[in-house]
């Protein structure tokens, strides 16, 4: 699906890139000018404070006599003074004059003249003839406290109009430029940001249950993208495991539950077409009978292990004695091999006895399935041995045989539901292939773990090891995967 320009995140990546460097921008131009100016307008009122402040010294030690005009040029040439000067007397008026004044006046309103009669000086801006702007000091010459005398000073601010005109159109001028190559940089930018953003995009389209083994491509970068990117590749080999184990599942139960429902349904038209007495019809429903208690095994264990692949598998843990569960287990053991006359052996690697967490009618079928798997694969006159030691906080149980063993390419799969080394043997013993499945998804739930050592026709040992304090968070136990 197409996304419009304004929409799409490189757009906005640029407007908001382009809009916050012309409001700093503009907020940096305004304090810029607005400080250049009024330091400027500082220096000027520093440089007329001096030039007057001068100018009453020199005053003062006249003793306060009539000011020499003559004088007063020989101090501007003397300080170089770039300045309009005026003295005015005691009674306000304007006595003398620096040559550049033309006019031979300066402004003097009542505001200045009232400040000066205070003792004060006064700053203000004026124009004169009609363009010209000037800075105007006016300060009172003091002698004994009394006022006797006014000193004007005032400068041009062409230059500084000038100064601060051009700083304006400085900004101006570059200013959009600037931002223009900004806004420039910012797109090209945001592209190579959002290139990898489409390339992902686009992979991830290609991706759906039928093409799960699809990854998306690395950026090759170690950022947020590049660990976007890895996670969901990561959530990909989850989902491609899950819907392979759902498709093995699926075929293997369909196949499982097949040949039960073939055999009731063949046995059950060869009977209403052939039967004829009683006994007969009593043969076959007796066959029925256990063809459908076969599916029933099949279809009990099947919602064991997927509540066991769902966490959802309930765990009633209490503390028991695994040295009296091993020691019955030992027990049943010995009557399921009278049969076969397989010994069956205990051993007891602990001097006392084992307390641990767990759900004991779960363990109790963990241990069950395998010494009866033991039997099953062990010859006449066979021996099996169950052995119960301790390997730290955990509890270890052994279950070995001399029975044929399992082949070495063989035993990484022997705890997959549906998986037989002996298909055909094990159908025909009534096996489903979910025993050791269901074996693992307890030992799992229980926080523990199972293995098996086999040498094929010497015998097997499958060890379970069980933490003695229960599973690590009883209240929720962790999920199988089988």
């Known amino acids: 699906m197409a996304i419009s320009l304004l929409r799409s995140i490189r757009f906005r990546l640029t407007f908001w890139y382009a809009l916050t460097l012309a409001v700093i921008m503009a907020a940096s131009a305004l304090f810029s000018y607005h400080y250049f100016s009024k330091t400027m307008r500082q220096q000027i009122d520093e440089d007329l404070l001096n030039i007057a402040d001068q100018i009453g010294s020199a005053y003062t030690r006249q003793n306060g006599g009539p000011f020499d005009c003559d004088q007063l040029q020989t101090h501007i040439h003397q300080g170089n003074w770039d300045a309009y000067i005026l003295l005015r007397g005691n009674n306000l008026r304007a006595e003398c004059a620096s040559d550049n004044l033309l006019a031979g006046d300066l402004e003097f309103g009542p505001v200045a ?18 363009d010209m702007q000037l800075r105007l000091l006016s300060a009172p010459l003091k002698q004994h406290g009394n006022l006797v005398g006014v000193v004007q000073v005032a400068r041009n601010l062409g230059l500084l109009q000038q100064t601060l005109g051009e700083l304006r159109l ?14 420039l940089g910012g797109w090209l930018l945001s592209d190579q940001l959002v290139a990898p953003v489409i390339e992902v995009t686009a992979a991830a389209r290609e991706i759906n249950a039928e093409n799960l083994l699809r990854r998306l491509p690395s950026t090759g970068h170690h950022d947020e993208l590049g660990q976007m990117v890895t996670t969901f590749n990561q ?32 046995e059950t038209e060869v009977t209403m077409r052939w039967a004829k007495t009683p006994e007969e019809f009593r043969d076959m429903l007796h066959s029925n009978l256990e063809e459908i208690d076969r599916m029933e095994r099949i279809i009990e264990n099947l919602l064991l292990l997927a509540k066991s692949e769902s966490g959802e598998l309930t765990l009633e843990i209490r503390e028991f004695n695994l040295s009296d569960l091993v020691q019955a287990l030992y027990l049943q053991g010995r009557t399921l091999g009278e049969a076969k006359r397989i010994s069956v052996s205990l051993r007891v690697g602990i001097e006392e006895e084992m307390p641990i967490r767990g759900d004991e009618l779960r363990l109790r079928q963990l241990f069950l399935n395998l010494i009866a798997n033991g039997i099953k694969y062990t010859p006449e006159g066979g021996k099996l041995e169950l052995a119960l030691l301790r390997e730290g906080a955990m509890a270890r149980v052994d279950v070995t045989d001399t029975g044929i063993g399992i082949p070495i390419e063989a035993q990484p799969y022997v705890f997959d539901r549906f998986y037989r080394v002996d298909k055909a043997r094990n159908r025909m013993d009534g096996g489903s292939g979910l025993g050791l499945s269901i074996v693992k998804s307890i030992a799992v739930a229980h926080g523990g773990q199972i293995s098996v050592h086999s040498t094929p026709g010497r015998g097997s040992t499958f060890t379970v090891l069980l933490p003695i304090g229960g599973p690590p968070d009883e209240s929720n136990p962790p999920a199988i995967i089988s």
């Not at 400040?115 to 004169?128: A, D, G, M, N, P």
């Open 113 to 130: 003249m009232q400040q000066v009669r205070w003792l004060s000086h006064h700053f203000e801006t004026v124009e004169i003839d009609g």
């Open 170 to 183: 400085i900004y101006l001028l570059i200013g959009p430029f600037a931002l223009f190559w900004l806004c």
């Open 235 to 266: 959530m990909l080999d989850r989902l491609e495991s899950a819907f392979r184990r759902v498709r093995q599942f699926s075929g293997d139960a369909s196949h499982e539950l097949r040949t039960p429902l073939t055999i009731l349904r063949g």
